[in-house]
Structures are given as C-alpha cells and as structure tokens.
C-alpha cells in the first residue's frame, strides 16, 4: 500500500526519507521513519514501526495491527484491529468495513458498509451511494455523486480537469462539491482545481474544490468551496463551507459555519481565521494574515496576507519573504530567492537545481530534477493519453486511465486509474501524480528509491499474510 492518501513511504534508507510531511506536527518518533507521511495532522507517540505511516489530517488512536491506520487523513480512526482495513481513511469516517482493502481510500468522506473488495476504492472527500457497477465512484473527491450505474461514470473524480462539455452545469462540480443534476455525458462531474468566475445562479457553485472562485451573488453560493479561494462573500452562509479555502471579506453571520477540520490559535483580528481548511495556524499578529492555510502549518506571521494560503506542505528555510505563499501539498527545501514558491496549491515548483530539491512537491516523492519542464507535480490537474514510461508518474490530485507502462501510474492523486496492464502501476494513488518530462530527465535517484520502497512493501505484504 505504498500510498494510501497523502502518501506512504516505507523502509527508506537513503536522506530525506521523510520525503513528505506534510503540514503536521509529529512527534516522538520510535521507529526509523515511522511517520513518513503525516500530511497535515497530529500524531503523537508512535511505538510500533510504520504503525501510522500516514495518518494525513487526523487523529488516530489505539493502533493494534500494523499499517491499520496507514491513512487516516483528518479523521478520527479508533480501534482499528485487521491489517489494511483502514488502509485509508483520509478525512473521514468510516464504518462497518468487512473485506480487505474494502475501504482503501476513502480520502475526505464517508462511506458505510462496504462489503466487496476494492467498492470503493477511492471515495476522496465525499459521499458516494447507491454504486452498482464497479469501479463507478471511483474517485469522488469531495461530493456527492449518486445512482452511478455506468462503469467509469464519474471519469474524474479525485480533483482534476474533465474537458468536452456540453450540457448546462458543465463545471457544478469543481472539485470537492456537489454536483447535481447533470445531463451530458462528462460535463465537468469534478473540475477537481479550477476556477470558476461569475457565478450569479444559487447552488451554482456549491462546491468548488480545489479552486478559484469569484464574484459571488446568491445565498448558498459558495456552500462548499473544499480547497479553494473564495472572495468577496456579501450573502449569509456564503462560506459555510470552505474547506482548505481562502475567504475575504465575510460579513454575514455564520460566515465560518465550518473551518473544515482545522485547528486556529491565538486569533487577534476579527473572523481572522475564516477557514483554516486542515490546517493549524498559530500566532497571528495581523488581520487576515492566515486566512486560508488550507492544509498546513504556518507560524508566526507578522506580516499581512504574508500566508494566504499554505495548502498542506512543509517549507524549510525560506530567506526571502513571502517565500512560501503557497506550497499547496508539498514541500520545499531550501528555498534562497524571494517568491521561489509562489505556488503553491498542489503545485510544483519550476527549475530546481539542487539534489531533493523536489522531494515533495504535492503528495509526490520526486527525486533528483535536474532539467527544466519539472513539474512533476501539477497541483489539481489532469493529463491524458499517456504512452511514456514515467509520463503519468504524478499529476497532482487526477486521474489517468489506459496506461500501459510499468510505474505508469505510481501516484495518482485522490484518484484511481483503471485498466492498467504492468506490475506496480498502481503503487500510488495517494493524492497526486507525478508527470515526468518526456525529455531525457534523469531518474536514476528516484527509480532506485522506487525499486526499495516496492521490494519492501511487497516483503512486508507477504509478512502480514
């Protein structure tokens, strides 16, 4: 189960083998890298080794069996006694799971009473009901999706890009949303990250995901704006939901309705902290400052909007100001110029020269960048047609389906992708892909820590049976 959600990394043995962190607090560490991934959560007192591998955005307690709660995310996960039950359970509930691996992804949702392996593969931050046909709900990212009877209905689920619409509601969906009532084939079920301007209809826009969205006008607009920025709400319950978001300007009651699951300190500024998304941010000296951190930690702000929006990532050694806007789910090491990460979101970051520069730049393991085109990590985004080795490896939180290549798919994302023929294609769904340059880019590095993570993941595997 190398990845589950935000990524699980087993057995490294090379530095930087807390490839990805996350935005979370983890600490007392026993095991030699136990909490490889935490994404953005708290966990405390690990004792057994990989016990909580990740546990993303959450809190997990009383692990009996190894890797139980591989992926917990931001949820709450107790008592968990068969191996992988919870492989993955991302920031949600979930309950009554009876076969292995029944729940391996759940991401940010619900989802109850699975009973047949691999139903609900991967249910992101949503609910999913009524499935008849397998693999229908592959990915719903954050929404609701129901009565899908066609298989692969939902092409996008975890929070990417679907293109070809060309019925009303196109985009209902953008991300983790609701989407209703849709009569074309493909309209845009999950935009996953987008941006969706000028919305003057109600519902129009209840949930946006991973997106941009602005202007606005009817109550209930902006329901759900999952991780998105939303700006200028004028309407009551505008925001009730942002989910990892940035939200300016409320002025109704009830504007933070929900933060998401996010834990703020120390607010000094009226509704400073409108949504923190899954986020902890501490120590806020100005107004707005940490409005939306989306996933993430950020400390000590002085400086105004200096952390908009920290989505889930983990930034080391910033020199310059305003360094780290925005890591979105990553991290960034060593960062000397000022605006080196701009970007944020589930983004990458353009031209890094130096070894790890990239070790995480979504929820991804890169390894070793050295040319140009690295954007091994797209944020939210989708791509298709893939006939490379290595071309899907990351795409950020989509979907890729056909691939015929070995490793094709190592990380999807909050994704699944179907029809794969090679061995291993699907080591990673997490919440990402990672696309490699079809140039000549050197992956040595990172097909070596590949090949570990794989041999042992397979030896612990055989070990638990």
Known sequence: MIHKGLSIVDNISAPYDMIHKGLSIVDNISAPYDMIHK??????????PYDMIHKGLSIVDNISAPYDMIHKGVS???????????????????????????????????????SAPYDMIHKGLSIVDNISAPYDMIHKGL????????????????????????????????????????????????????????????????HKGLS????????????????????????PYDMIHKGLSIVDNISAPY???????????????????????????????????????GLSIVDNISAPYDMIHKGLSIVDNISAPY??????????????????????????????????????????IVDNISAQYDMIHKGLTIVDNISAQYDM???????????????DMI???????????????????????????????????????RDKILTNTYKKKQFSS
């Open 39 to 48: 994404g953005v959560s708290i966990v405390d007192n690990i004792s057994a």
């Open 76 to 114: 709450i996960v107790d008592n968990i006694s068969a191996p992988y039950d919870m492989i993955h359970k991302g920031l949600s509930i979930v309950d009554n799971i009876s076969a292995p691996y029944d729940m391996i992804h759940k991401g940010l949702s619900i989802v109850d009473n699975i």
């Open 143 to 206: 929404s609701i999706v129901d009565n899908i009877s066609a298989p692969y209905d939902m092409i996008h689920k975890g929070l990417s890009i679907v293109d070809n619409i060309s019925a009303p509601y196109d985009m209902i969906h953008k991300g983790l949303s609701i989407v209703d009532n849709i009569s074309a084939p493909y309209d845009m079920i999950h935009k996953g990250v987008s941006i969706v301007d000028n919305i003057s209809a109600p519902y129009d826009m209840i």
């Open 212 to 235: 941009i969205v602005d202007n606005i006008s009817a109550q209930y607009d902006m329901i759900h704006k999952g991780v998105s920025i939303v700006d200028n709400i004028s309407a």
């Open 255 to 293: 504007d933070m309705i929900h933060k998401g699951v996010s834990i703020v300190d120390n607010i000094s500024a009226p509704y400073d902290m409108i949504h923190k998304g899954l986020s902890i941010v501490d120590n806020i000296s100005a107004q707005y400052d940490m409005i939306h951190k």
């Open 323 to 364: 360094d780290m806007i925005h890591k979105g789910l990553s991290i960034v090491d060593n960062i000397s110029a000022p605006y080196d990460m701009i970007h944020k979101g589930l983004s990458i970051v353009d031209n890094i020269s130096a070894p790890y520069d990239m070790i995480h730049k979504g929820l991804t």
């Open 393 to 407: 490896i990351h795409k950020g939180l989509s979907i890729v389906d056909n691939i015929s290549a070995p490793y």
């Open 411 to 449: 990380h999807k994302g909050l994704t699944i992708v179907d029809n794969i023929s090679a061995q291993y294609d699907m080591i990673h769904k997490g919440l990402s892909i990672v696309e490699i340059n079809k140039d000549n880019v050197s992956m040595h590095k990172f097909n070596i820590i």
